[in-house]
């Protein structure tokens, strides 16, 4: 391909460049055409899916992959690093965005109506901000991105549900900042006691002075805000109204999304910036975050089975699904780990297809009420299937993805002799049927008053097809899971635990 | 020795139906078509399972790994003979459970006929994958399935009762499901892996003891399909499922897959040697003696006919058990064997109470009396499964009871001998009754002769000729018999 | 007593932004105001800043502008304060304004929806006008679930 050379250098950077001018361009096309906006968007999520998976498969074939902004050397200037773990995840993210993206055609026409151009200018800045984030190696930059996402993320919340959206994004706000601050805050300790902002520099330089208690309480900081960022409980105070009150997509694309970002950084930052002993042996911050996770997915099942809202039930869901990842991280044994990273990924896919199933359902139905859904078996028959097998998934059925993760996180804590996380597994799993099983009667078995008048109505096809997509991966990484594991998630565990292998130089 | 034969035939026989279910799905506006799909997938998946019957005869099994999931942890198939034995009872049975449900169905006119043979046909597709699962995830996978599928059926007149009942059913199978996944783990956590082994997979013995029986018991536990008397409660429950459903938990797919999945626990995973050096086997045949007891009382309370056959299944299964963890090699094949003779049995008993619900709608003791002059022949093949149940030659059931005998004597324990007695006795008390009500007690008005349709008639015919059959010559060769020879030569490593 | 006045004095510059951060906290948690928060979050953030500048601070230390010019001699033994943080903190400061742009209107459209700034109000009115997921409507469906 001619000028394909050209470019190939600039592939790290351009994860996030494309999206970003992309975002600042979508109000041009959209003066031109209102209806433009879902192309554009379109075209450039698909453009960064292939530019993630190349960089992916880069990484997995030659390496890591450095590159120096502005040909500045790192640690004086700013250093995007990809190697597995945020290659991983931006493919995640890519991969959910351009979901997401075919979806909102019609779901964004009618609930943000008149808005359309800003929502995809919004949705693509979100989308450079997830994707600095991950694919940052300076501290401070990661910073920058965090706040892009966050703001882009407030706005597209309060887009949604008139009133409730607002005060849900507000809500949000206060503590995404309390959560940036902190983080901030913890920036500042480090650069205190290191003198740089590289990260892989940083993990250098910080067993020197592992004494300070300034890094104990940058750790302790990093910890907290990041805690708020991915919803871990009981730091979920923002997260039920924010995903419950956003429009369609935008829920999708946030509970996608945004919490796997959270759980990638405090996976980066214990693992990438302090080092793995430190965390594990000498703070027991593991320890604590598997305990705190252990605590989440107990607390958001049982919260989740008191909603009647499906949104509302699916972000509680989100609290404990959230808290499968942490466990895995905080349990730091290879196993365990496999189980949480190998999580993030499916549990992107789950439940970015059980919002596109709300979505769906709320744009043919305008119901959310899940007592209301009774006879949609027939009205909505491929959404429904989708919605059951992303449910079963998120149950853990074997043969779907959720069983996978539920085997590794299950056999770490048995690994690490802590019988009891397996029980909060195993109870959490049944917690998953109770809430999702009424559903099931609704949907299927359910009569609704006038049985005789059910037709056929399905949601639209852009609508219809990436949610078919999710739901036939969900059951391909349950068979597959193979390949993830072995070519990611095997040597990304070892590396961060400090096993052998090179997490990044 | 036992050869490996690499055959893809394991992995067509299960998914034969799963493709039915979607030509089903695909064709619901036309029955005929349809439920033709039915049955042409019942027989070529009855004739896949026979065709590897003579080279499970010769002694080989056949392998094949599907994919490998996880590292380490592939979903393969691995036919031997105790697997074939399940494979073929479940298979075979189809047939006739799919013509007896068309007639039922219909003369019914029942809701939401697609979602039914939908459903049924991967419940068949479960059945045999656990048949013949390689490991244990792969087995966990099928029985999942299998839980999730039959969960429509059981629910399927979707009143307030039938949809609680299927709770109670999905409660105590996830339940099961859970505490069987935490056992499959312990297990790899030990063991580093999970495929059955003819002397049960190396390693186990180096779990401590007390981990060893939480295991086993976790074990059990996961096998509540097989309704152990604690954990019996989904089985009467179930019973608001149309008859065919009945008929399709009881003897061919649910709880003989839960028994068979308990057998290749006690067999194949913790395998004979251990369970005899650790002493557990002791008291899990008192364990079951008390569900085999228990379970025959309470049939005798039952007035529904359902619930009374529903009872008789959970003490039955219990012998199958028991059969395993006699450990001799008479009493292993006393239990294997009631795998098949039980399904045989207890599927013409259910489908002649389908067809007295269908064509007399009766479904309770005391209001048939006299029903045999309307429907002999419901009747006749009625009584030949009770009498198989008892005990009674020729049918069926006299074989395996002796084999248990044999097993029970050899290891000298009278109170297992009198629980196999007194048991036989309580299974005539509760079906004679039922016996002689049809036949001999007066009708309060006059009854017209008028049978079951054709499609429900022929099958229960068929079965209890078979009960009858397998009870005159059960060693023929290649029956059922000729299976578990080999299966218990396995197992225990020699011959009878 | 002398002692802890050392300390505070030693390092009164950081005893300041950890006071104003907790004010600010304290705000963002404790106000009911919308607007109130807001300031608090301001205050967070400045707390943040200052603490990142007197960070920066090298005693005796000038600004980090190169004595004698671009390409001029560079004298060796001049010290400079370290320009890093300024420059994080501009970046920050910036941050720090957007926040407060939306925030700021959020409040706006969240006044116009209910009429007020007060939490407890919005709350109020909230639960008014979404009667459909309100306890009451939930366990009016359950009933009806059950009826069936």
Same mark, same amino acid.
């Given at each position: ?88 995840? +931006? ?31 919004? %949705? ?37 549900? &008139? ?60 910890? =907290? ?43 980066? %930052? ?31 099942? =049982? ?8 949104? &509302? ?38 439940? +970015? ?14 119901? &959310? ?17 989708? %919605? ?45 049927? =109770?809430?999702?099983? &009424? ?39 349950? %068979? ?26 | ?25 695909? *064709? ?10 039915? #049955? ?10 026979? *065709? ?81 699962? $390689? ?6 996978? #099928? ?89 019996? $409660? ?25 028994? #068979? ?25 008192? #364990? ?107 049918? /069926? ?73 397998? /009870? ?5 060769? /290649? ?18 | ?148």
């Amino acid at each position: 391909m001619i000028g394909f050379d050209l470019i190939a250098p600039h592939l790290p950077v351009l994860t996030v460049v494309v999206p970003l001018i992309a975002g600042f361009l979508t109000p041009i096309i959209g003066w031109i055409d209102r209806r433009l906006p879902w192309y554009w968007v379109v075209l450039a999520m698909f453009v960064v899916l292939l530019i993630a998976g190349n960089n992916l498969v880069t990484v997995i074939n030659s390496g890591t992959i450095q590159y120096k902004l502005g040909g500045w050397d790192p640690p004086f200037g700013i250093e995007y690093v990809i190697d597995l773990l945020n290659g991983f995840v +931006c493919l995640i993210i890519a991969f959910i965005a351009f979901m997401v993206s075919i979806y909102s055609k019609e779901s964004v026409k009618k609930e943000v109506p008149g808005k359309t151009t800003p929502f995809y200018a919004v %949705f693509l800045l979100l989308i450079t901000g997830l994707m600095g984030m991950t694919i940052t190696g300076d501290i401070f930059n990661f910073y920058v991105f965090l706040e892009i996402s966050s703001l882009t993320a407030y706005a597209l919340i309060a887009m949604g549900d &008139r009133g409730d959206g607002v005060v849900a994004s507000f809500n949000y706000l206060i503590m995404g900042t309390v959560a940036a601050s902190f983080i901030l805050l913890g920036i500042g300790y480090l650069y205190a006691v290191t003198g740089t902002l590289n990260m892989a520099d940083m993990q250098n330089i910080l067993p020197g002075v592992y004494e300070s208690k300034v890094v104990l309480a940058a750790l302790a900081f990093f910890m =907290v805000g990041f805690s708020i960022k991915v919803g871990l409980f009981p730091l979920h105070s923002w997260l039920p109204d924010a995903y419950t009150h956003a429009p369609s997509t935008a829920s999708a694309l946030i509970a996608g999304l945004m919490t796997k970002v959270g759980a990638y950084a405090m996976i980066r %930052f214990m693992f990438g910036v302090f080092t793995p002993d430190f965390v594990i042996n000498t703070t027991q911050m593991t320890n604590i975050l598997a305990w705190a996770a252990a605590l989440a997915i107990i607390v958001g099942s =049982v919260l989740a089975i008191a909603q009647s809202d499906i949104k &509302r039930m699916l972000a509680y869901s989100s609290i404990s699904q959230i808290g499968y990842i942490l466990l895995g991280v905080g349990l730091a044994n290879m196993i365990g780990m496999e189980g949480g990273l190998l999580h993030l990924l499916n549990h992107a896919l789950m439940k +970015c297809a059980l919002f596109l199933v709300a979505g769906a359902i709320f744009y043919k139905t305008g119901i &959310r009420n899940l007592y209301q859904f009774k006879g949609l078996g027939k009205k909505m028959p491929v959404t429904t299937t989708v %919605f059951l097998i992303a449910a079963l998934s998120m149950i853990g059925v074997p043969g779907t993805v959720g069983f996978t993760s539920k085997w590794y996180l299950a056999l770490g804590s048995v690994d690490a002799g802590q019988w009891i996380f397996v029980f909060v597994i195993l109870l959490s799993s049944l917690l998953n049927i =109770v809430y999702f099983w &009424r559903i099931f009667d609704n949907i299927w078995f359910g009569h609704p008053h006038e049985i005789e008048n059910i037709k056929r109505d399905e949601a639209p096809l852009t609508m219809l097809v990436p949610m078919v997509i999710l739901a036939v991966l969900c059951v391909f990484f349950g %068979f597959f899971a193979y390949y993830p594991v072995h070519y990611v998630i095997e040597p990304l565990s070892e590396a961060l635990l400090g096993l052998g292998g090179v997490l990044s130089r | 020795m036992v050869t490996e034969i690499n055959s893809i035939t394991p992995l067509l026989a299960v998914l034969v139906s799963m493709i039915a279910a979607v030509l089903i799905l695909a *064709s619901g506006k036309y029955p005929n078509l349809r439920e033709g799909w039915t #049955f042409v997938a019942a027989f070529i998946k009855f004739g896949l399972v026979i *065709s590897m019957l003579p080279l499970i005869l010769k002694g080989d099994v056949i392998t094949y790994t599907v994919v490998e999931m996880l590292p380490d942890i592939p979903i393969a198939f691995k036919v031997d003979a105790f697997g074939i034995l399940f494979a073929i009872t479940s298979s075979f049975l189809w047939i006739f459970v799919t013509s007896y449900s068309i007639g039922y169905m219909r003369s019914l006119n029942e809701h939401a006929q697609t979602r039914y043979f939908f459903c049924f046909a991967i419940a068949l597709s479960s059945a045999v994958g656990i048949a013949f699962s $390689a490991n244990l995830v792969t087995l966990f996978l #099928f029985y999942e399935l299998l839980t999730i599928s039959t969960y429509p059926l059981v629910a399927h007149n979707e009143t307030p009762e039938a949809i609680s009942s299927g709770r109670k059913y999905l409660t105590y199978l996830m339940i099961a499901g859970v505490s069987l996944l935490f056992a499959i783990v312990v297990v790899y956590h030990y063991t580093g892996t999970t495929e059955f082994s003819f002397s049960g997979i190396a390693g186990m013995d180096a779990i401590p003891q007390t981990t060893l029986v939480i295991l086993f018991v976790t074990f059990m536990i996961g096998c509540a399909k097989a309704a152990f008397m604690p954990l019996h $409660a989904w089985l009467p429950a179930a019973m608001v499922a149309p008859t065919p459903v009945s008929a399709l938990l009881h003897a061919v797919a649910v709880v003989k897959a839960g028994v #068979f999945t308990a057998l290749r626990v006690i067999l194949y995973v913790f395998g004979v040697d251990l369970m005899q050096d650790s002493g557990i086997w002791l008291y899990m045949a008192y #364990f079951v003696s008390i569900t085999i007891i228990l379970a025959s009382i309470y049939a005798l309370m039952q007035d529904n006919l359902k619930k009374r056959l529903a009872y008789s299944t959970v003490s039955q299964l219990s012998y199958i058990v028991l059969g395993a963890v006699l450990i001799t090699p008479h009493g292993l094949t006393g239990g294997m064997l009631h795998i098949p003779y039980h399904a045989f049995m207890k599927i013409t008993l259910f489908m002649c109470a389908g067809a007295l619900i269908v064509t007399a709608q009766k479904e309770n003791i005391s209001e048939m009396k006299g029903i045999a002059r309307q429907m002999p022949i419901t009747m006749i093949a009625f009584t030949v499964g009770a009498l198989g149940m008892i005990g009674m030659p020729p049918v /069926g059931g006299y074989v395996t009871k002796w084999f248990l005998l044999l097993g029970a004597a050899e290891l000298h324990s009278m109170i297992l001998i009198a629980v196999l007695l007194v048991s036989a006795v309580l299974n005539a008390a509760y079906f004679f009754p039922v016996i002689y009500v049809a036949f001999f007690k007066k009708p309060d008005h006059e009854l017209k002769y008028k049978e079951a349709p054709l499609t429900m008639l022929i099958p229960l015919v068929v079965t209890a000729i078979i009960s009858i059959v397998i /009870g005159i010559w059960p060693d023929a060769p /290649g029956m059922f018999l000729d299976i578990v020879e080999i299966a218990v030569a396995n197992v225990t490593g020699g011959g009878i | 007593m002398s002692g802890i006045l050392d300390i505070v004095y030693a390092e009164y510059n950081y005893w300041i932004y950890v006071t104003l951060m907790m004010i600010g906290f304290y705000a963002m948690i404790a106000k009911k105001n919308l607007i109130k928060k807001v300031i608090g979050a301001n205050i967070f953030q400045t707390a943040i800043f200052l603490f990142y500048i007197s960070l920066s601070d090298v005693t005796g230390g000038t600004a980090p502008i190169l004595m004698g010019g671009h390409g001029g001699e560079h004298a060796a033994d001049v010290i400079y304060t370290n320009p890093v943080p300024h420059v994080l903190i501009l970046t920050a400061i910036v941050v720090a304004v957007s926040t407060t742009a939306v925030a700021l209107a959020l409040i706006i459209r969240i006044y116009n929806e209910y009429g007020s700034l007060d939490e407890d109000v919005i709350r109020a009115a909230r639960r008014e006008l979404q009667p459909e997921f309100s306890e009451h409507a939930r366990q009016k469906s359950v009933a009806e679930v059950s009826e069936q």
